[in-house]
């Protein structure tokens, strides 16, 4: 099992910016393709970006596309996502996954195993 602690979220104004943070466990986490997702009251679950293994390659959702940013540091077993240019709707509680192929987090079956998160408000 993988066990994953997100942070870094916070209160900021439109047009400002986050730094999200996921620390997993284990000795194998270069192993794992990480993925955010977020869910905002009363909407979906919904898939923000995702990011292979090596970091070799990502995928973003069309939503956040040209503002945010995967990254990973497997040196510290942890996984960022920044966030440039926030708007309201990106107000929600963000989690993270792991998992050994980065598509699966974008499949339409997938459903991501939801721990505490970190809560992102951005205020007008």
């Known amino acids: 099992q993988v066990q994953l602690v997100e942070s870094g979220g916070g209160l900021v104004q439109a047009g400002g910016s986050l730094r999200l943070s996921c620390a997993a466990s284990?000795?194998?986490?270069?192993?794992?393709?990480m993925g955010w997702f977020r869910q905002a009251p009363g909407k979906e679950r919904e898939f923000v970006a995702a990011?292979?293994?090596?970091?070799?390659?990502?995928y973003y959702a069309d939503s956040v596309k040209g503002r945010f940013t995967i990254s990973r540091d497997n040196a510290k077993n942890t996984v960022y996502l920044q966030m440039n240019s926030l708007k309201p709707e990106d107000t929600a509680v963000y989690c993270c996954?792991?998992?050994?192929?980065?598509?699966?987090?974008?499949?339409?079956?997938?459903?991501?195993?939801w721990g505490q998160g970190t809560q992102v408000t951005v205020s007008s």
């Open positions: 990011i292979s293994g090596s970091g070799g390659s990502t």
């Open positions: 284990g000795r194998t986490f270069s192993m794992y393709a």
């Open positions: 996954n792991a998992d050994p192929l980065m598509r699966t987090f974008y499949s339409r079956s997938y459903s991501p195993n």
